[in-house]
């Protein structure tokens, strides 16, 4: 079991950017499977980027040429780059670790990302 802690969320106006960081306990980091996800007011969790251990990268079609995952397995952290924020982007965003080989998976608690004029 690992630890997740996000920080960078806040208020953005439209257009705006954020860069949210992930910071994960344990040194076994570098197998993880990372993704970020987000839960807006009233609606379910979704899946808004991930990236493998072996550096491959998903994204929504939501976020695709907006966002950008990236991870630094020297420092145990995962990034989230979001540009051309849109008010639809606000959401809650939590960090997610998967460990595919033995179904291992830890949540953080989530940062609040609000876009609004």
């Known amino acids: 079991q690992v630890q997740l802690v996000e920080s960078g969320g806040g208020l953005v106006q439209p257009g705006g950017s954020l860069r949210l960081s992930c910071v994960v306990s344990?040194?076994?980091?570098?197998?993880?499977?990372m993704g970020w996800y987000r839960q807006a007011p009233g609606k379910q969790r979704e899946l808004v980027a991930s990236?493998?251990?072996?550096?491959?990268?998903r994204y929504s079609d939501a976020v695709k040429g907006r966002f950008t995952i990236s991870r630094d397995n020297a420092k145990n952290m995962v990034y989230l780059q979001m540009n051309s924020l849109r008010p639809e982007d606000t959401a809650v965003y939590y960090c997610n670790a998967y460990l595919p080989d033995y179904g291992m998976e830890d949540w953080g608690k989530g940062t609040l990302v609000t876009v609004s004029p």
């Open positions: 344990g040194s076994i980091f570098s197998m993880y499977a």
């Open positions: 990236i493998t251990s072996g550096y491959t990268t």
